[in-house]
């Protein structure tokens, strides 16, 4: 579900005043109907680099105002990604004690990043990393990497 909507009645202003904004901004000529019909998914741009422009000037990444991604912000992704990695790293020669603390911590995190969704979501989410763990675990039992 595109955000454009919820981005703009946050900010507190018209269609109007967003395109004038947008095109001030980054040269974009776009009518506040075409931005209307963008809002209400009736139609989509023909140039989709449109969304990079959109995304920019609401200080998110194009995957959260398109409705694809629960994290606001390409730093914010990035970040998630550098403290899985990290955890994964500290995780290679850890007792399976320390791994499950670890999952707790990791919980902590994806609980934040997810804290939109519907809790039978997040269960899942967490069951699925704990999953992996359990799978990474006994791979590395039978000698494998």
Same mark, same amino acid.
């Given at each position: 579900?595109?955000?454009? =909507?919820?981005?703009?009645? =946050?900010? %507190?202003?018209?269609?109007? /005043? ?8 980054? %040269? ?9 019909? $963008? ?15 959109? *995304?920019?000037?609401? %200080?998110?990444?194009?995957? $959260?105002?398109?409705? @694809? ?11 998630? *990604? ?5 955890? @994964? ?33 997040? =269960?899942?989410?967490? /069951? ?10 006994? @791979?590395?039992?039978?000698?494998? =990497?």
């Amino acid at each position: 579900m595109l955000r454009l =909507k919820e981005l703009r009645t =946050k900010k %507190g202003i018209s269609l109007n /005043k967003l395109s004038k904004e947008l095109e001030k901004k980054y %040269g974009l000529v776009v009518s506040d109907s075409q931005l209307s019909f $963008y809002e209400n998914e009736k139609r989509r741009p023909r140039d989709e680099t449109i969304w990079n422009d959109i *995304a920019d000037y609401f %200080g998110v990444w194009v995957p $959260y105002l398109l409705g @694809n991604s629960k994290i606001r912000t390409e730093e914010q992704a990035e970040k998630l *990604a550098e403290n899985i990695s990290e955890l @994964n790293s500290s995780l290679a020669n850890r007792s399976w004690e320390h791994k499950l603390g670890t999952i707790d911590e990791l919980e902590n995190q994806l609980l934040f990043y997810f804290r939109e969704l519907p809790d039978t979501y997040k =269960k899942f989410a967490l /069951k699925s990393i704990e999953n992996i763990f359990i799978l990474k675990e006994e @791979n590395d039992d039978k000698g494998g =990497k």
